[in-house]
């Protein structure tokens, strides 16, 4: 356990980040896990309304620092060409 002000004040910061750390990568993973149901069903205006909401979501962690900007840029790109074969059928 740590023993200096400064550290006890550090170890107070991590245990905030974590928790929101963690709610901001459980929103974004329950997000991905919806649109990813979506397409597996054959309704293509659901998963393209949820498509939106996912892509903001995914852009918000983003900017939260959660994910790293070419991983959601991998993301994205990965859903919208799953979106597509599911628009196509």
């Known amino acids: 356990m740590a023993n ?3 550290a006890l004040k550090r ?3 991590t ?3 974590t928790l929101v750390n963690r709610a901001n990568k459980s929103r974004l993973r329950t997000a991905l896990r919806g ?3 979506a397409i597996a069903k054959p309704d293509a205006k659901a998963a393209q309304s949820s498509f939106g909401a996912t ?3 995914i ?3 983003v ?3 959660t994910i790293h ?3 959601a840029s991998r993301y994205k790109s990965r859903l919208s060409a799953r979106l597509k074969t599911v628009a196509a059928k």
């Open 15 to 17: 245990e905030k980040r």
């Open 63 to 65: 900017q939260k620092g």
């Open 55 to 57: 892509v903001s979501v």
């Open 35 to 37: 649109l990813r149901e």
């Open 59 to 61: 852009d918000k962690a």
């Open 69 to 71: 900007k070419n991983t």
């Open 11 to 13: 170890a107070r910061q």
């Open 4 to 6: 200096h002000f400064s």
